[in-house]
């Protein structure tokens, strides 16, 4: 080889070595200097208020379902509301105020990923992405708003094994993945995101329970009356009677009605669905329940029934019976129990985001049949649970607070005068008006606070049909064998050897209501014996055998005192319809 030939090789060798050496130096999407050098930077360094968010959305995605699950709270119009969850009030200045303080400053750390065949693997993959090849590994995607503006965005992925509190995390623009130290005072949990509490009673004002025991069985299409249960008491602090006791050989369970009280006080919900428009519409004006069959199909597959009456007006029937809590204001929450169904957190809190309500619900008999079998609940049913729609609606008794005082008479004309010293008649007289404008005024200044209230707990309630937990619906759910014992024999004052109880004997009337909508006249099976509500003169009347398809209901004419309890739009003696 001569030294030309050589000459010419080593020029080639050094060319190739120059080139490979540029290239190694080439920025690359993968392998950015710049992109390394922002190691310990903020990765939104313009945000640094967390007062200014208005709004925060996390997007999960559910690898065994396929599923994707949003939750968003947004404050638009002046309020709160979950976008997510069928625009529900929320209660979210407070939450989203700490959510964003944690995210502001989020630095950047180590570089875990430099290309998106990293993003499975590190759990970074976007779970808004499309097509089957990104179904694994998608992660959390967290994003803050103010108004339409993106403050805050992240891909939020698998925790970074032996380093506790430290993620992987990247932005949705960028295909470098760092390693993140993150502490996020995030819950994306429904219930604490809203009003928590769901009545909003005091329990020391609660002055009535009425327990109305009945059940829709809708295999025969018959509602069956079992009992009425009252308790009452005068005062906060005086113990609770139960109407129809005999207090020689029984005695109240105090465990239980406390139980009953402290449940209706903390009472929680976990999910909601909205009310047919018309329906809701119905609610907020006058507390009544109507509507056109598709309204009927709705209530019904959540276990409620309009059935009418004899006195040509309707009442909402539900298929576990109601319960009615009075207030010492005057103010009857009704809260109907209606269908019971089995999901998973997501399933209860929205419905099924691929079937409405009723995909993932697993039918009572099968459990039944499940359980008889010895097979138990199924490891893959291990996230399920029983839940129950709520149908609350809210009305006014005006005989809890009292009767309207009287206006005193004027003296005659020729009224003898008094004795020297004492109050004529005509002084007697003004002393006595004068106190009985101040004590009118004081009643008609109840009636008023007690209407508002209704009328503000309505518009709230209107448009919701709320699930609870099975547990709660449970506390609840109690027939006299649950509210009675038997007196200690200390404290009886009846022979040692009291005379058996004769059980309530169940009488079918001729007449049966029909559930409109439906071709059999569901039958009203009532106990004889039963008492009367407080503030009401009969018991509930069944219906008429065959009566016309009803699209409204009619409240009682003004003058009338209803039952709380039992009628759908009781209306104060005196005052006109809201």
Not at 174 to 183: A, N, V
Not at 426 to 455: S, W
Request: hydrophobic fraction near 30%; charge should be negative; charged fraction near 25%.
């Amino acid at each position: 080889m001569d030294n030309t030939t050589r000459t010419g090789i080593y020029v080639a060798a050094a060319v190739i070595c120059l080139g490979l050496a540029i290239w190694d130096g080439t920025k690359t999407q993968e392998m950015n200097r710049q992109d390394a050098a922002k190691i310990g930077e903020a990765f939104f360094p313009d945000f640094s208020d967390p007062t200014e968010a208005t709004g925060i959305r996390v997007i999960t995605y559910n690898n065994d379902t396929a599923e994707i699950k949003p939750f968003e709270v947004k404050f638009a119009n002046n309020e709160w509301r979950i976008p997510s969850h069928y625009n529900y009030p929320a209660d979210g200045k407070d939450q989203l105020v700490k959510t964003a303080g944690s995210l502001a400053g989020v630095e950047r750390g180590a570089v875990a990923g430099e290309s998106e065949l990293d993003f499975a693997r590190l759990g970074v993959v976007d779970p808004l992405a499309d097509g089957a090849d990104s179904l694994k590994g998608r992660g959390d995607r967290l994003t803050l708003t103010k108004g339409d503006k993106a403050l805050v965005d992240l891909i939020i992925g698998n925790e970074v094994e032996g380093q506790s509190g430290s993620y992987y995390v990247r932005k949705p623009d960028e295909k470098i993945t760092y390693i993140t130290k993150l502490d996020v005072d995030l819950s994306t949990q429904f219930g604490e995101w809203i009003e928590p509490d769901l009545l909003q009673i005091e329990r020391n004002k609660l002055r009535e329970i009425l327990i109305k025991d009945y059940s829709v069985d809708e295999t025969s299409q018959r509602i069956v009356f079992n009992d009425i249960l009252e308790l009452t008491r005068n005062d906060g602090s005086d113990p609770w009677k139960l109407a129809e006791l005999n207090e020689e050989t029984e005695q109240v369970k105090t465990s239980t009605v406390n139980t009953i009280v402290s449940t209706l006080d903390d009472l929680k919900i976990v999910g909601v669905r909205p009310k047919p428009q018309g329906l809701s519409s119905d609610l907020k004006i006058s507390g009544s329940v109507s509507g056109d069959t598709r309204t009927m199909i709705d209530l019904q597959s959540k276990g409620y029934y309009i059935v009418p009456t004899q006195d040509g007006g309707a009442e909402l029937f539900s298929n576990e019976g109601d319960l009615a809590a009075v207030t010492d204001d005057g103010v009857v929450y009704v809260l109907r129990f209606g269908e019971v169904f089995t999901g998973d957190e997501f399933d209860i809190e929205v419905g099924s985001a691929n079937g409405g309500d009723d995909a993932g619900k697993k039918p009572e008999a099968e459990n039944a049949e499940a359980d008889a079998d010895g097979e138990g609940t199924p490891e893959d049913d291990s996230d399920l649970k029983k839940s129950r729609y709520l149908f609350i609606t809210v009305q006014f008794d005006p005989s809890v607070i009292g009767t309207a005082p009287v206006k005193p008479e004027a003296p005659a004309e020729n009224a003898e005068a008094a004795a020297e010293g004492e109050p004529t008649p005509q002084q007697k007289y003004d002393a006595e008006l004068k106190q009985y404008e101040q004590t009118l005024a004081a009643y008609n200044d109840k009636l008023e606070a007690g209407q508002k209230r209704v009328q503000e707990l309505n518009q709230r309630f209107a448009d919701w049909y709320y699930v609870i937990d099975a547990a709660s619906f449970d506390k609840l759910d109690k027939g006299r064998e649950d509210l009675v014992e038997p007196k200690k024999q200390d404290e009886a004052e009846a022979p040692a050897q009291p005379p058996a109880m004769t059980p309530p004997v169940i009488s079918t009337p001729e007449t049966t209501s029909t559930p409109a909508g439906t071709s059999t006249p569901p039958a009203v099976s009532m106990p004889e014996g039963t008492s009367t509500p407080a503030g009401t003169t009969t018991k509930p009347a069944p219906a008429t055998s065959s009566p016309a398809p009803v699209t409204t209901s009619t409240p009682p004419p003004s003058g009338t005192t209803g039952n709380p309890a039992t009628t759908s739009t009781p209306e104060p003696a005196g005052t006109a319809t809201n």
